[in-house]
Structure formats: structure tokens, C-alpha cells
């Protein structure tokens, strides 16, 4: 499966965003969904999880203003971020995980909130 990270931009604190993440060449459904971000001079960070029946997992960090989603019909999974900071800046990455293959990642896409 190859993945298309989009949605990103220039926010305000406060404001929202949704990100997509649109898989193809292969079975989207059969994927654990992932969004990570990664911010200037910091690790990697979790923030999302969604599995193959809809069950999700946050990170503390954005739990309760960020929720994952996905639409197998479409093939995309979402990142809705709501009550965006300016330490919410960081380029987002998706990831699909299937047991037994390799995790896939997207190419990510620039989230940048203004305070």
C-alpha cells in the first residue's frame, strides 16, 4: 500500500484542521491506521491509532482535541484537530501497519499554528 498525506497549513491558535490520508495499491481495510508528527529539533511522536474494526488510541497530548477516523469505502484515514496550539506545529505523518509487513509511512504533510 502506498499512502498520500494531505490537509495541511497555516492555522490559528484555536482553529482546526482535518488531515487525510489516502491509501492505495492495496488492501486499505486490513490496515491499523497511525498518525505521528514530528516537530523541529523533537522525536517522533504518536499521537493516533485506529484499528481494522474502528477502535482508537491517543496520545495524552492531544487526546480529547484531536480524533481519528477512517472510511474504507474510500480508502483514506482522518486526523480532525480541533483547539489547535502553536506547539501543535510539526509535520504529520501517517502510517499503516498490517501484522507480518512492513510499516508503510506517507510523505507528511506541514501543520504550522500561529499564535
Known amino acids: 500500500v502506498q499512502l498520500q498525506a494531505s490537509g495541511g497549513g497555516l492555522v490559528q491558535t484555536g482553529g482546526s484542521l482535518r488531515l487525510s490520508c489516502a491509501a492505495s495499491?492495496?488492501?486499505?481495510?486490513?490496515?491499523?491506521m497511525n498518525w505521528y508528527r514530528q516537530a523541529p529539533g523533537k522525536p517522533h511522536e504518536f499521537l493516533a491509532r485506529?484499528?481494522?474494526?474502528?477502535?482508537?488510541d491517543y496520545s495524552y497530548s492531544v487526546k480529547g482535541r484531536f480524533t481519528i477516523s477512517r472510511d474504507n469505502a474510500k480508502n483514506t484515514a482522518y486526523l480532525q484537530m480541533n483547539s489547535l496550539k502553536p506547539e501543535d506545529t510539526a509535520v504529520y505523518y501517517c502510517?499503516?501497519?498490517?501484522?507480518?509487513?512492513?510499516?508503510?509511512w506517507g510523505q507528511g504533510t506541514q501543520v504550522t499554528v500561529s499564535s
Open positions: 495499491g492495496g488492501i486499505f481495510r486490513v490496515h491499523a
Open positions: 502510517n499503516a501497519n498490517r501484522i507480518g509487513y512492513v510499516p508503510v
Open positions: 485506529i484499528t481494522t474494526d474502528g477502535k482508537t
